[in-house]
């Protein structure tokens, strides 16, 4: 019996629904893995459902998330390779954390508590959300202009807005509020909190050196936080990529260096008798 992860767990960030990963899990498909992009609790509508229904997002927390997440992933037969964008990231950090999943790649990943790196792209991408202590309460969406600085700005405006179109949905202010850089300057521990000294499954951080949202330096800074654990975390930067890193031109060898990584890396399943 293989003891290979034989499944990828793709996690969606904020902003975003399951629909963002439809190029990587046809990509992984096609290599025999079976690919599971969940979403988050009242996420499964249509990105068009989403819209029209923003309290689903606006009321959603992210331990009820982290939560529905995990009972997915203990209920596969083997641990299989998790692999997380921007805040979907962060929620894969978490999940490693409690001791779930044979591998971890996170893609310009929003960082957990303690990454205390806020360059000023990080700011102006964040603003809209952050500029009014209301949105903690509400679901906050990006306009097309607001998007293509903070996800799509190697793109052209006209390709940013098709992605927008297509794509994009509010966000809930309170997970804006809560992450890492905000969590900061709450007293005790926040929902982003992790134990950076435990042991977990490897861990493979991938920036995009033109990423506004979350820039490389915020992520080089949540990789150094893990030197604490024994277990091993690696950086890895494409040159010339943005926040939309998993879907601009070229993202396939993007996919495959997260792939084969952790491949690589991961912990074996342990064997059961037949």
Not at 42 to 48: D, M
Not at 79 to 95: D, E, N, V
Not at 241 to 259: F, K, M, N, T
Request: contains cysteine.
């Amino acid at each position: 019996m293989s003891t290979t992860p034989d499944t990828i767990v793709l996690v969606h960030g904020l902003w975003m629904t399951p629909r963002s990963w439809e190029g990587w899990r046809e990509h992984f498909e096609a290599k025999g893995f079976t690919v599971l992009t969940p979403a988050y609790p009242g996420f499964e509508i249509e990105v068009e459902e989403l819209r029209k229904n923003p309290d689903v997002i606006a009321n959603l927390t992210v331990p009820e998330t982290v939560d529905h997440l995990a009972a997915q992933i203990e209920a596969l037969p083997r641990p299989p390779i998790i692999m997380g964008h921007s805040f979907g990231g962060a929620l894969t950090q978490l999940l490693l954390a409690r001791g779930l999943g044979a591998a971890g790649v996170v893609v310009d990943s929003a960082p957990t508590e303690g990454v205390r790196v806020s360059p000023l792209s990080q700011v102006r991408s964040l603003f809209p959300a952050l500029k009014n202590p209301a949105n903690f309460h509400k679901a906050v969406a990006f306009t097309q202009e607001e998007f293509h600085y903070a996800f799509a700005n190697t793109l052209s405006r006209e390709d940013s807005d098709a992605v927008w179109e297509k794509y994009a949905i509010a966000a809930p202010g309170n997970w804006v509020w809560a992450y890492g850089l905000i969590a900061n300057l709450k007293p005790g521990r926040q929902e982003t909190w992790v134990d950076y000294s435990i042991e977990r499954s490897p861990l493979l951080f991938i920036g995009g050196s033109e990423d506004h949202i979350m820039p490389p330096s915020v992520n080089r800074s949540n990789a150094k936080h893990w030197a604490k654990s024994p277990s091993l975390t690696e950086y890895h930067e494409f040159a010339g990529r943005s926040h939309w890193i998993c879907a601009e031109p070229g993202w396939q060898e993007v996919a495959d260096y997260a792939l084969e990584w952790a491949l690589d890396h991961a912990e074996p399943a342990p064997v059961t008798a037949a």
